[in-house]
């Protein structure tokens, strides 16, 4: 597993706007974009199939926690200790936004972790 400075999200595929529906990778090929991430980071489908989060395949391997803590939190340890909208998965999963905006958070949020994404068609 190596930490990802970079990733592509493919707005085909990209599951968003929904936190009912919400999993790194579900079973019609769908990710959030967590789900691009941690692909980039070298972690598996099989181990992102239907798991909501990173920190649920983190139980595995303590790398992953720290993974999660970083990118997705901004070095909180608690998902409680982060504001709602610096939080990866919650602006992911947001219905009150439109994809501009939400491209437009995730991409700043991430970058201000030393991540870089890219969305494509």
């Known amino acids: 597993m ?41 972690i598996t489908r099989d181990r992102i199939l239907e798991v909501g989060n990173i920190r649920d395949v983190a139980f595995e391997d303590p790398e992953y926690r720290a993974l999660e803590s970083d990118v997705v939190f901004g070095g909180h340890s608690m998902y409680s200790a982060i504001p709602a909208d610096e939080n990866v998965y919650n602006i992911n999963d947001r219905s009150d936004i439109d994809d501009v905006t939400r491209e437009g958070m995730l991409t700043e949020v991430l970058a201000a972790r030393g991540v870089t994404v890219h969305f494509v068609d």
């Open 2 to 42: 190596k930490k990802s400075t970079e990733f592509t999200v493919n707005r085909a595929t990209w599951l968003r706007g929904d936190a009912n529906k919400s999993a790194l990778l579900d079973v019609e090929g769908r990710m959030c974009c967590m789900g691009f991430y941690a692909e980039a980071c070298g």
